[in-house]
């Protein structure tokens, strides 16, 4: 790859630029749906059907003048929360968003996740480095959902190894469904990994039911709690680009279409569009669980859960 090229796509497509607008356009797309569920209106006057509402959102922010606590680190917060979205936007040059990627290897999934991870632990250091009780405490709580989302999430990856013997995006999303043809022994797990990693997609979001980082009044913003102006604009952003990079790998890994080219982009964005949609709708319709409860779920049920299918599915694709 050339360096001309390297650069394009890095901060193009399918790199920042790309990720951020498709971001911003799902959350546009999500604020949406949640008012018309809740009776209400949503945004509606900033660009075609309220949809560039989010990007002017982020304008606003950036500015908007930056009251932080005296307490804060003026160098590490802003740091961590332009790291955090790096790191999101980073992952996202490994989708495969039109059926292949120049930056593509073998066991890029795992490198997807812990890019995840990262851009996860660094909102929370961002947030603790604020040195604000609030936002701390916030952060814990998104620091106990992260750990046990991405130890069932990496279990999950043995459901497509198992059907298609790869560990790289782009060869997972070609092979899946002709795997799982040639090997229907392992449909009733693909089954089960679908529906599981919907609900590590629901944790990883942040919403109803799992919606513990602000679960109180006085800490009703999360990690964000004392965050205002431009530190605000980049959590914001950093954790939109975070979400929609584990939507579209969460739908690149289990319902994969097998496209490419322009026909490929339209399906994987219409497919991880009806992801991101359908979490709006179980947020919308659940109530937040308490914290025990989160727990109780998280390390009693998903954990053990995503364990057994790993062991089932590698037994079944022996």
């Known amino acids: 790859m ?5 650069v394009v796509e890095s901060t193009v497509y399918p790199g920042l630029t790309f990720v951020v607008a498709l971001a911003l356009f799902l959350e546009a797309a999500e604020r949406k749906l949640a008012a018309r569920l809740q009776n209400r209106i949503g945004p509606s006057y900033t660009g075609l059907w309220g949809l560039l509402q989010p990007l002017f959102d982020i304008l606003k922010l950036l500015g908007k003048e930056d009251l932080a606590p005296r307490s804060q680190d003026p160098v590490a917060t802003p740091v961590m929360l332009v790291l955090s979205l790096g790191f999101a936007a980073f992952a996202s040059l490994f989708i495969p968003w039109n059926g292949a990627t120049s930056f593509s290897f073998y066991g890029d999934t795992i ?3 812990v890019c995840l991870v990262l851009s996860t632990g660094l909102l929370y250091l ?3 480095s604020t040195h604000s009780p609030f936002n701390v405490v916030g952060g814990l709580r998104l620091l106990g959902l992260l750990a046990s989302y991405e130890v069932a999430l990496l279990s999950l990856l043995a459901v497509p190894y198992a059907a298609t013997g790869s560990l790289e995006l782009a060869e997972i999303r070609s092979k899946l469904w002709s795997s799982l043809a040639s090997k229907p022994i392992l449909i009733p797990v693909w089954l089960a990994g679908l529906l599981l990693g919907f609900f590590l997609i629901l944790i990883e979001s942040g919403r ?3 919606s513990i980082a602000e679960a109180e009044t006085e800490i009703a913003g999360g990690v964000v709690a ?3 102006g431009r530190r605000l604009a980049f959590a914001h952003l950093a954790h939109s680009v975070q979400s929609t990079v ?4 969460y739908t690149s890994m289990f319902i994969a279409p097998p496209l490419s080219g322009l026909l490929g982009l339209l399906a994987l964005l219409a497919a991880g569009a009806a992801v991101a949609l359908a979490v709006v709708l179980v947020a919308a319709a659940s109530p937040r ?7 109780e779920a998280s390390w009693g ?3 053990p859960a995503s364990f057994f299918l790993a062991a089932v599915a590698l037994a079944a694709g022996w």
Do not use: E, K, T
Not at 2 to 6: E, G, K, V, Y
Not at 289 to 295: C, T
């Open 226 to 228: 004392d965050m205002s």
């Open 2 to 6: 050339s360096l001309p090229q390297l």
């Open 246 to 249: 584990a939507v579209y790998y």
């Open 289 to 295: 669980l308490r914290l025990i409860d989160v727990g």
């Open 208 to 210: 109803n039911p799992f």
């Open 301 to 303: 049920i998903i954990v």
């Open 111 to 113: 490198l997807v996740s």
């Open 126 to 128: 961002a947030a603790y």
